[in-house]
C-alpha cells in the first residue's frame, strides 16, 4: 500500500511525525531518502519529540555516524547520517548490523550510501521538497 503525508509548514511536523509513527508501527529501520535541505534530521528530531527524546538531545551525527537517543520509556533509538560513508567497509567498522539486529527504531539519512547493507525489512521513505516548500513523505509498505 502506497502512503503519502504532507508537511504544509514546520508548525505541523510534529502532528504530522506522531502520524507517521502510527502509520508505521512495527517497522523499526526506517531509511530517509532526500536531497541535501530537505528535512531529513528535522523530521528525525520530531519523531524522536514524539517518543519523548529531549529535542535538545537529537543531533545530526554527520560526524559521528551514529547517535544514540532514550525515549521517555527508556528505549533507545539508534539516529544514523551514512552521508560520509564511502564504503560497505566503513558501516560495517561500527558495527552496523549490531545496530539493525537490536530491534531498538533505527532511523537512517543518506541510507543509499550503504544501500547493499540494508536489510529486506527496511521500510524506504521518500521525502520530497515541492516548490511551494512543502515536504511530501512517501512510502510503500
Avoid at 561500527?94 to 529486506?120: H, K, T
Wanted: proline share 3%; charged share 25%.
Amino acid at each position: 500500500m502506497q502512503h503519502t503525508l504532507t508537511i504544509n509548514r514546520l508548525s505541523e511536523i510534529d502532528k504530522v511525525a506522531e502520524e507517521f509513527l502510527n502509520l508505521v508501527r512495527g517497522s523499526n529501520l526506517i531509511a530517509f531518502y532526500a536531497p541535501m535541505g530537505a528535512g531529513k534530521t528535522t523530521f528525525t528530531t520530531a519523531i524522536c519529540r514524539a517518543l519523548g527524546v529531549e529535542s535538545d538531545a537529537v543531533s545530526s551525527p554527520t560526524f559521528a555516524i551514529v547517535n544514540e537517543y532514550r525515549t521517555s520509556v527508556g528505549d533507545s533509538i539508534f539516529h544514523f547520517d551514512f552521508y560520509r560513508i564511502t564504503r560497505n567497509s566503513e558501516a560495517m567498522d561500527i558495527g552496523l548490523f549490531d545496530y539493525l539486529d537490536s530491534g531498538c527504531l533505527c532511523l537512517m539519512e543518506w541510507p543509499e550510501n550503504i544501500e547493499e547493507l540494508l536489510p529486506d525489512e527496511t521500510l524506504k521513505v521518500y521525502i520530497k521538497v515541492l516548490d511551494n516548500g512543502v515536504r511530501e513523505l512517501s512510502w510503500s509498505d
